[in-house]
């Protein structure tokens, strides 16, 4: 079946430091992938999201490339700010669902200090 | 206003209590979808309906049921709760992206369910 590896948190960074969030997928066919981010409190948000080989999604300075020979979707930044503290999610969708669900990993904490 | 509100966001109940969990959405999508966040293990589907009279288990189904009583409303139960239902509880809905490149799910700010 379907699944998606995330690496475990937290990933404590220091405010302006280079962000990787590594994110790895099994899937048949060609999946849609997607990164969600989740705010203290709140529910999960769409970051940024690929639905072919090679494409780039991109929102808020976060990007991430859909690899398909590597079948992975890291999730990189920069230059992070305290406001991006949350957990992250890597997911993907299908066609043998019709891209209706969603399969998600297990989230990464992101700590960032000023 | 929220697009998706839950209700309620948090709930303490014992074992064995029926609990009924709701969410209602404006975003007028036909695709609603109940998750539960536990920690480590990421987000699980219960149950997801693709219309009112289409009602689907999802990986983590025991134990639970659900009720669409509109297009709009659609509601998790726990018949007998126990503490190993103790999870953050979320609702989403589905429709396609403004760009209509893909279906965009749309969350819910969640119910932290303690059974105690």
């Known amino acids: 079946g379907n699944s998606v590896t995330q690496m475990e948190g937290p990933v404590t960074l220091s405010e302006e430091a280079f962000l990787t969030i590594n994110c790895t997928y099994t899937?048949?066919?060609?999946?849609?992938l997607f990164w969600y981010v989740q705010y203290p409190g709140e529910g999960l948000q769409l970051l940024l999201k690929a639905t072919k080989a090679d494409d780039k999604g991109s929102n808020k300075g976060f990007e991430a490339t859909y690899r398909k020979e590597t079948t992975s979707f890291h999730l990189e930044k920069g230059s992070v700010q305290v406001s991006d503290s949350a957990v992250y999610f890597c997911?993907?969708?299908?066609?043998?669902?019709?891209?209706?669900?969603?399969?998600f990993g297990t989230g990464t904490r992101l700590l960032v200090s000023p | 206003d929220a697009d998706v509100t839950q209700t309620p966001r948090n709930r303490i109940t014992k074992t064995g209590k029926r609990i009924m969990l709701e969410c209602s959405q404006t975003k007028g999508h036909d695709r609603m979808y109940w998750y539960r966040q536990d920690p480590g293990l990421g987000l699980r589907l219960i149950y997801y309906s693709f219309d009112v009279k289409d009602i689907n288990k999802g990986e983590i189904s025991d134990g639970y049921s659900v009720s669409r009583q509109a297009q709009a409303k659609f509601s998790l139960s726990l018949e007998s709760a126990i503490p190993n239902q103790t999870a953050l509880y979320f609702c989403?809905?589905?429709?396609?992206?403004?760009?209509?490149?893909?279906?965009?799910?749309?969350f819910g700010p969640g119910t932290r369910l303690t059974v105690t």
């Open positions: 997911a993907l969708s299908d066609r043998g669902t019709g891209f209706q669900k969603l399969v």
């Open positions: 989403a809905t589905s429709g396609i992206s403004p760009s209509g490149a893909f279906y965009e799910q749309y």
């Open positions: 899937a048949t066919g060609y999946p849609s």
